[in-house]
């Protein structure tokens, strides 16, 4: 069963519910909700996730508004430091300060041969940890691919689309 | 859809805050400029498109309680669960930083010179 990431004790305690589709129904803190006012690209109605440990580097970001909605990530912090000068501060909602803490995801696809799977560090997921609020970024430069390889790791990703 | 003239140096306005200027017309190229709140990203609509289907692609990748780690096999190992980094650590001079636009780019963002969350 999957563990919720960043487990943290509210004074009040508050719990939400979780409908998944592939982890069943669980309850976690509700300081542990991931809000994405804008949702993620394609998906604008889902707007609230928790993340999810799996094995391994993958995470999973399950939507709370859509049981069957789920994204499998990575670190992006991995990427070395391609972010470095891209985070995204012109997000008003995300709200980004120069004192922030945030994590970097990239959404991974996965294939049938495993050495095919992908991230997509084109348009990465940058969350805030102060407020807790998300946002998918799209960087528009021919550098980033949405179909980086994690079995391959290149010097610099090829532009291949 | 509602098509309108402008000339170079006219603009349009949607709504109260968004301003499209046509800023010039060069052979069959047009650059544009759009003046909009930060809220409000802007992408051209092929990367835009590109990204909606590689995240739908995604989504439908992981087939209905499929055991993912078993799919992708422990050659990953070197990857490690999401970390927290420090905005301040990682970007020391971060307010004023976003950039963004490449040397070929035809859209061009009004004010502050940066494109909403697409772009900074």
Redesign the interface.
């Known amino acids: 069963m999957a563990k919720v990431m960043e487990e943290r004790v509210m004074p009040d305690s508050a719990t939400i519910t979780v409908k998944s589709s592939r982890f069943g129904e669980f309850e976690v803190p509700a300081s542990t909700v991931i809000e994405f006012p804008r949702g993620m690209i394609g998906f604008p109605n889902q707007r609230r996730y928790i993340m999810l440990e799996h094995k391994g580097p993958f995470c999973w970001l399950q939507s709370l508004d859509e049981p069957s909605l789920a994204f499998v990530v990575i670190d992006g912090m991995e990427m070395g430091d391609r972010y470095d000068r891209k985070i995204p501060f012109a997000d008003p909602q995300c709200d980004f300060r120069g004192d922030d803490e945030f994590a970097i995801l990239l959404i991974v696809t996965v294939r049938q041969d495993p050495t095919q799977t992908t991230a997509n560090v084109k348009a990465p997921v940058f969350v805030n940890m102060r407020n807790r609020r998300g946002v998918q970024v799209i960087y528009d430069d021919p550098n980033l691919d949405t179909r980086y390889s994690l079995f391959t790791p290149q010097e610099e990703a090829e532009p291949k689309s | 859809m509602l098509i309108l003239t402008r000339k170079p140096g006219e603009s349009l306005r949607i709504g109260d805050d968004v301003r499209i200027t046509v800023v010039e017309i060069k052979g069959n190229q047009v650059r544009i400029g759009i003046a909009a709140?930060?809220?409000f990203?802007i992408?051209?609509e092929e990367?835009?498109l590109?990204?909606?289907?590689?995240?739908?692609?995604?989504?439908a990748?992981?087939p209905?309680?499929?055991d993912?780690?078993s799919?992708?096999?422990?050659?990953?190992?070197?990857?490690?669960?999401?970390?927290?980094?420090?905005?301040?650590r990682?970007?020391p001079q971060?307010?004023q930083?976003?950039?963004?636009?490449?040397e070929s780019?035809k859209i061009k963002v009004d004010g502050e010179g940066?494109?909403?969350?697409?772009?900074?």
Request: no cysteine.
């Open positions: 709140p930060r809220s990203p992408y051209r990367i835009y590109q990204i909606q289907s590689a995240n739908k692609e995604a989504v990748s992981i209905e309680g499929a993912v780690p799919m992708m096999s422990a050659e990953l190992n070197g990857l490690r669960s999401p970390r927290i980094a420090s905005v301040s990682r970007m971060a307010r930083t976003p950039v963004v636009h490449d780019k940066d494109g909403g969350a697409g772009d900074a």
